[in-house]
C-alpha cells in the first residue's frame, strides 16, 4: 500500500499536460478527489483506479504497490 502523504510522482508523470480538472471530468470523480489521490493522501478504490487508469494508459494496479 501507498505511503500517505508521499506524492504519487509517477501519477502526476502520467497526467503529462492535462489539467487535474481534465483528467478528473473524465474519470467520472471530483477535482478535489483526484489532488488527494496525486499528493498520496488517499488511496482510491479498485474501480476509481480502474477509471484512471482507462484514463492516463497506466497498470492500475500501481495504485497498490
Known amino acids: 500500500m501507498a505511503e ?3 506524492p504519487r510522482l509517477w501519477l502526476i508523470k502520467c ?3 492535462l ?3 481534465q483528467v478528473a471530468n473524465k474519470a ?3 477535482r478535489s478527489y483526484y489532488a488527494e489521490l ?3 493522501n488517499k488511496n ?3 474501480k476509481t483506479a ?3 487508469s482507462s484514463v ?3 497498470d492500475w494496479t500501481l495504485f497498490f504497490k
Open 44 to 46: 482510491p478504490g479498485v
Open 28 to 30: 467520472g470523480i471530483s
Open 56 to 58: 492516463l494508459m497506466f
Open 38 to 40: 496525486e499528493s498520496g
Open 50 to 52: 480502474k477509471k484512471l
Open 4 to 6: 500517505f502523504g508521499k
Open 19 to 21: 489539467t487535474q480538472q
Open 15 to 17: 497526467r503529462g499536460n
